[in-house]
DNA sequence: CGGGCATATAACCGTCAAGGAATATAACGA
DNA sequence: TCGTTATATTCCTTGACGGTTATATGCCCG
């Protein structure tokens, strides 16, 4: 049971999971829209099952598979700590600069 | 040059990259934190310097690394379309479900 | 200059997972 | 039932990656 970091790693599980991201699929469509050979497809979708990632119906002789969010929302979350690397408000930052002291010279006019 | 997932795969890059988030660290530091071999450390930090998550700064002899956002930020963007799975107010994932067919099965609050 | 600490690199090995080809399973229609 | 479509599984090979051990490089200080 490997971390959900392993099974995102692989390009085309990421571009099966990108497509499902829509909508769902079935085995087929994936195939085509890809251009991967269907037993891939197949194999990625079982890592993908059986991860987590994915859940499948059955509609006939389709499997028509669609995302279940669990797995990514643990992704998701281990980025959490990093975020504040890029997203943070640019106020919170000066906050924090300014309670350590930082007295910025100038260059910040408002 | 393969893509920002497959580096982060690695469990010891992730215990890596999540003790940077914090402060920045040497080499020495990490080797002792994570109670793993200094080749070892080298080698992740050089996997992870080349596919630009961290950078070092040379202090005396040792080498002290920090992170580097875009990678991640990457990541996090390619997680953006998923969000909406789980972030999402919950009218809004009703709205999915309907769409994405309807699946009678219970339990449908959480 | 030489020795010791901190870090990087090299070489080797074992493992594991992805790709491809062939085949198996399952469900539908006639 | 048979044939056809849709999907899953098996077997095999191959390449990449991580761990380990040993060695190299670089920098400081006596």
Redesign the pocket.
Same mark, same amino acid.
């Given at each position: 049971m490997?971390s959900s970091f392993?099974?995102v790693?692989?390009?085309?599980?990421r571009a099966i999971l990108s497509l499902l991201a829509t909508s769902e699929h079935?085995?087929?469509?994936?195939?085509t829209q890809l251009q991967?050979?269907?037993?891939? @497809?197949?194999?990625?979708? *079982? #890592?993908l099952?059986e991860a987590g990632f994915v859940e499948?119906r @059955?509609?006939?002789?389709? *499997? #028509?598979?669609r995302i279940r969010p669990e797995p990514l929302k643990e992704v998701d979350a281990w980025l959490a700590p990093f975020r504040r690397f890029w997203n943070d408000h640019l106020d919170a930052l000066e906050r924090h600069l300014d309670r350590m002291g930082q007295t910025p010279t100038e260059g910040k006019n408002r």
């Open positions: 490997d392993a099974i790693a692989e390009p085309n599980r079935s085995v087929g469509e994936l195939e991967m050979p269907q037993p891939s @497809v197949s194999k990625h979708l *079982r #890592v099952r499948s @059955v509609e006939a002789q389709r *499997r #028509v598979y």
